[in-house]
């Protein structure tokens, strides 16, 4: 329940948000003039960044180190309820110090409430957007192609934590409420036809990959279990499956993502010894 929630490069730099328990939570309730947050609320954010004041001498290796900076400390929601996540530069802008993070997730533990904030890079402040989330799960990705973010959609009647993916892209502006997102009209997956087959869907993930003239790329990657006790299945055994599925994405005439390019799914045996990891997923 408690650790690693979300991470985001940034530049030359990787933000990760953590939660923690509530006997580290320090001032939870104090807003600062004009909306802005600081003080840490069952969650930390922290920075991996080159440590400047490090001489490396002639070889040119770089010395990484997190950062002290209690700015970063601080954040105003429960980070374990996280749910979606982007990072938004300004048109032009090429100095990694002036992003800002977007993160959704609940505040209110008596009666959980859906909340937008973002925090700037610069200021090291957190600023509330809205009583609203963005409508994706998990990591809403930058496409210069659609001139948009793009996620995985969260599905109708999953509003507070946790959500589940529907199966369709979702693509819009991360400052914007779910209202001004557009939803593909094709599935990338079918929970009823896994289940059919025996399968239970456990989480998805939406990679970008390679960057073309034909749209950019990405793999959808895909952890099925078998139906059942979770606990039954973990150890040695192969009995999960990792099911991998690339694809373009463009926009279509409303300016909805449609998937073009699919090829046919791979899918893999793998096994799984903790029901708690949360397999990461990378293009290099």
Known sequence: EYGYQAAMAVGQRL?????????????RDEVHPGGEYKYMYNGALHCLAVDPDVDVGVS????WSWSADDRLLGVPFRANTITAHAVHAPPG????????I???????TVMPKGVTFSFSTASGKWTRRGYWQLPVVGHAHYDDQLDAWLGLHAG????NFPRLIDGYLCAGNIASAPP?????????FHREEDMAAGWRHFDAKLVPMALGLGGNEYCLMERLRPEGDV?????DGDKWRL??????????????????????????????????????????
């Open 156 to 159: 109708e009647g999953s509003i």
């Open 102 to 108: 977007y993160v959704s997730a609940l505040v209110d």
């Open 15 to 27: 933000y990760f948000l953590e939660s923690v328990s509530g006997l580290h939570s320090l001032h």
């Open 231 to 235: 606990k039954e299945t973990l150890g």
């Open 60 to 63: 040119g290796n770089k010395l």
């Open 243 to 284: 099911r991998l599925t690339t694809f373009r994405v463009e926009r279509g005439p409303d300016g909805e993502p449609v998937v073009t390019a699919r090829r046919p799914a791979h899918c893999y045996k793998i096994s799984r010894y903790n029901k708690y990891f949360d397999a990461q997923a990378f293009w290099m």
């Open 180 to 188: 001004e997102w557009k939803v593909g009209t094709e599935k990338l």
């Open 93 to 100: 802008l090429s100095v990694a110090a002036d992003h800002d």
